[in-house]
């Protein structure tokens, strides 16, 4: 079983920077990709960043420049983090972290960013 637990969310204006943390928990053994998505009210959730067991990491459109995802492994934990810049209102969402462990997804509860124009 694996424990994914978001934090970092907060309230910031258009154009501050934000740092979400995720830390799966429980084993670090075969996690592979892990990522971040987020949805707004009223909208399907959507991928903002993943990466790979690996390191590569691929990003949604609308944030390509603006985030970096990246990874820190350990023996009992992996953290994943999202590095949020030059933010805008449209970014305004719900951000949850998604962990692949064999054939089995993982959800956190996700954190709330807001970003006021």
């Known amino acids: 079983q694996v424990q994914v637990v978001e934090s970092g969310g907060g309230l910031v204006q258009t154009g501050e920077s934000l740092r979400l943390s995720c830390v799966a928990s429980?084993?670090?053994?075969?996690?592979?990709?892990m990522a971040w998505y987020r949805q707004a009210p009223g909208k399907q959730r959507e991928l903002v960043a993943l990466i790979t067991r690996d390191g590569s990491a691929n990003y949604g459109d609308s944030v390509k420049g603006r985030f970096t995802i990246s990874r820190e492994n350990a023996n009992a934990k992996i953290t994943v983090y999202l590095q949020m810049n030059s933010l805008k209102p449209e970014d305004t969402a719900r951000y949850y972290c998604?962990?692949?462990?064999?054939?089995?997804?993982?959800w956190g509860q996700g954190t709330q960013v807001t970003v006021s124009s």
């Open positions: 998604k962990v692949e462990r064999f054939s089995s997804s993982y």
């Open positions: 429980g084993t670090a053994f075969r996690i592979n990709d």
